[in-house]
């Protein structure tokens, strides 16, 4: 008989994106990203940190302050990391599984690519603008967003 206590392919996907913030180097918010085909092959992964080149320990990762003094202008976000990081062709049709809601940049790049559904496990920022304008935008482009829901399963990786 086989094993019954296995993970389902949402509690692996979201897991890959919550091991994959654990590589942020951000103090305040690790979001992980995990981009699946349409039959369940993990196609791309990011975190939130900065681009090639940009010295985690020369930029700010400060939240508040003067603007070029923060982390705003300078983090490149887990679903763009993820987007960035995709060799293949092709991303119509995919998932992504993403431990933060997109925010508005991250999803209109997620609409060109060709995303179909977003699954989130936080959405903290609700009811900023971005997220607004991301939700709006996934309305109107038939996205398809919700949120993951696990069933309290842990995982324990010694490493």
């Known amino acids: 008989m086989k094993r019954q206590d296995y993970l389902s392919w949402e509690q692996y996907f979201m897991g890959i994106a919550l091991l994959s913030a654990k590589r942020s180097k951000d103090p305040s918010t690790c979001v992980g990203t995990c981009i699946v085909s349409q039959d369940n092959k993990i196609l791309s992964v990011g975190y939130n940190g900065m681009p090639r080149g940009c010295s985690d320990d020369e930029f700010p990762w400060e939240r508040s302050g003067s603007e070029p003094d923060t982390k705003y202008l300078y983090v490149c976000h887990a679903e763009l990391n993820a987007l960035l990081n995709y060799t293949g062709t092709n991303l119509k049709g995919s998932t992504v599984y993403t431990t933060l809601f997109p925010c508005n940049e991250c999803t209109k790049a997620l ?46 990786l010694s490493l």
């Open 111 to 156: 609409i060109q690519s060709g995303i179909r559904e977003v699954i989130y496990l936080e959405d903290k920022y609700a009811d900023t603008n971005p997220v607004i304008a991301s939700k709006k935008m996934m309305d109107s482009t038939g996205i398809i967003y919700r949120q993951y829901h696990s069933g309290n399963t842990d995982v324990t």
